[in-house]
């Protein structure tokens, strides 16, 4: 069965520390894709990237950073110098390739809160 | 072109009452989506139509719940008879649905369902 696991529920942390969002995944397939979703205080969900399985080179944009490391099942996500704006919700997810007809169901983590105090 | 909407953006409800939540996808997108997002919860997959198959409805709670897709587009999640447990933030999520490639879902903005 899959599942994502972000054990961190509550994270809170002052303007331009750097923090690390945990993520461990399970997943009996081969080939699948992770994803993180930023959700801010007005609700929408905000995709931030996708990786395949296949791909573990890290991944930097800004002051974000993923970590994709299948011999621990990771894909951690690291913002440095935080800032207000950061605060949110942060789910991180998993879907099988959907190579059957275009299926990619989303299974997602419980999701780590952040937040960023000036 | 215009994202995915979902009506109503709030609904309360009365517990032993039934409320349909509406989801209209992203023009030509064939595969849609329902996920559910409770206090505590996480967000969790409800139901899933691809084009004219069978939908995967595994991701239902209960046989209160039920969802159509009229026409291959707009599609109607049902809760009968609803309990305070039902409160939770509905998501729509639509994508093109091609086989072969990576599908991304775009999500509405939600439905808010209070059951009092």
Request: hydrophobic share 30%.
């Amino acid at each position: 069965a899959q599942k994502v696991t972000q054990a961190q529920t509550e994270i809170s942390v002052v303007e331009k520390e750097d923090v690390t969002l945990d993520c461990v995944y399970e997943t009996r397939d081969t080939t699948y894709y992770l994803f993180w979703y930023k959700q801010p205080p007005s609700g929408e969900l905000v995709f931030l990237i996708r990786r395949n399985s296949f791909d573990e080179q890290n991944e930097i944009s800004g002051r974000y950073s993923w970590n994709f490391q299948k011999s621990t099942s990771s894909f951690n996500f690291t913002i440095t110098a935080s800032q207000v704006v950061d605060s949110a919700v942060y789910f991180c997810a998993l879907s099988e390739a959907g190579f059957s007809g275009g299926y990619n169901k989303l299974i997602f983590g419980a999701g780590t809160r952040l937040a960023v105090h000036p | 072109g215009a994202g995915v909407s979902q009506s109503p953006s709030n609904k309360v409800t009365e517990k032993g009452k039934d409320v349909e939540l509406r989801c209209d996808p992203i023009s030509g997108h064939t595969a849609l989506y329902w996920y559910r997002q409770s206090l505590g919860q996480g967000l969790e997959f409800l139901i899933y139509f691809q084009g004219n198959s069978a939908p995967d409805k595994s991701g239902l709670p209960s046989d209160r719940f039920s969802a159509e897709r009229t026409g291959g587009s707009v599609s109607t999640l049902t809760i009968q008879r609803t309990q305070q447990e039902d409160s939770a933030v509905y998501l729509c999520a639509s994508s093109t649905g091609l086989a072969m490639i990576y599908n991304e879902q775009f999500f509405g903005p939600g439905t808010r369902l209070t059951v009092l």
